[in-house]
């Protein structure tokens, strides 16, 4: 197994001290630009690899950060994760991509972990965390962007999305086309896009004369199988349910099963409208009524934003918000 080249080789190659070594490594003044160069030549020739470890302690950087999804697995999640780390890869940073799998005590560990490896930043999608909790758990990370959350107490640097519009365009699409009674597959109850989603969905119900009725609505998982049942047991409890407003794209892929299972066509008895157009949406059958985000760009300006955050943010760094366009398909046309 070769030996792996260390400072002190390169030291000793050139002739000067590790100290001055060090200074070339890290860019810092004290050392001729004639120094310099030769002490580059000689690490380009030995193949010498700088310890991220030696250099975090004189930088105080790690060159890495942390992104935390609850589900790896969803579309949603992975294109904002390919979105950060093509970012991240541009700028010199890796990324520990960590899922919490919606358990709130697994993000704890998570942040507690990242803290532990002392990461430049994180971004953290869609907190299923209490404020008070998380508000405790990112005091200690230097720079923090949150994707999909708002708190309260405190302002941490965001991307938003206006899952408030999103659900009241969607909606009023159904409301447009004749649907009174329409149900809700509202999400996982700590979830604050679900939270947003409900209110667009009551605000349009309501401007339109329609008291929305507690039993038009079951909370579930994001994934496929809750939203099977989520709808199967909305549709049988209320039967007169002619629309389903679902939470995100793989709930509504779950209802469409349960419209089949059920013997009810979509969209001729019950329309289905999904969020956040994931490319499945238009795959199935029929095609999902959805609202779309731009998810790669989302996972960009996460990153370009965490790292004005890293970098002390020189001008002003702001929010961004990114819209909910509303995508017309088969299921409710």
């Not at 975090?56 to 294109?79: A, C």
């Not at 499945?280 to 004005?308: I, K």
Request: aromatic letters at 4%.
């Amino acid at each position: 197994m070769p030996r792996r080249i260390t400072m002190a080789d390169v030291a000793r190659e050139a002739g000067v001290s590790l100290m001055t070594v060090s200074r070339a490594v890290n860019n810092k003044d004290g050392i001729s630009e004639g120094t310099r160069q030769r002490i580059q030549e000689i690490i380009d020739r030995l193949g010498y690899r700088p310890s991220i470890i030696a250099r975090s302690l004189v930088t105080d950087r790690t060159g890495t950060i942390g992104l935390i999804v609850i589900d790896n697995s969803n579309p949603f999640f992975s294109e904002i994760a390919r979105g950060v780390e093509h970012e991240a890869y541009a700028t010199g940073y890796n990324v520990f991509l960590c899922n919490t799998e919606e358990d709130t005590q697994r993000e704890l560990a998570v942040l507690r972990s990242l803290e532990e490896k002392r990461v430049d930043g994180i971004i953290l999608c869609s907190s299923r965390l209490p404020e008070d909790d998380l508000l405790v758990a990112l005091e200690p990370h230097p720079a923090v962007v949150l994707v999909n959350r708002k708190l309260t107490q405190k302002h941490y640097l965001s991307i938003l999305l206006n899952d408030e519009g999103g659900a009241r365009r969607a909606t009023e699409h159904l409301l447009q086309h004749g649907h009174r009674n329409i149900g809700l597959l509202a999400g996982p109850p700590r979830s604050y896009g679900g939270q947003q989603r409900m209110k667009g969905y009551r605000d349009a119900l309501e401007s339109a004369g329609i008291c929305p009725k507690p039993e038009w609505t079951r909370h579930c998982l994001p994934i496929v199988d809750s939203g099977r049942e989520a709808a199967a047991d909305l549709l049988l409890s209320c039967p007169d349910i002619s629309a389903l407003f679902c939470f995100n794209d793989l709930n509504a892929v779950g209802a469409l099963q349960a419209c089949q299972s059920l013997g009810r066509r979509v969209p001729d008895d019950v329309a289905v409208t999904g969020f956040d157009d994931i490319p499945m949406a238009a795959l199935v059958t029929p095609a999902l009524t959805t609202c779309r985000t731009p998810t790669y760009e989302v996972g960009q300006q996460a990153m370009s934003l965490l790292l004005e955050c890293i970098n002390g943010c020189e001008g002003e760094c702001e929010d961004i918000i990114f819209e909910r366009e509303l995508v017309i398909r088969e299921s409710a046309p």
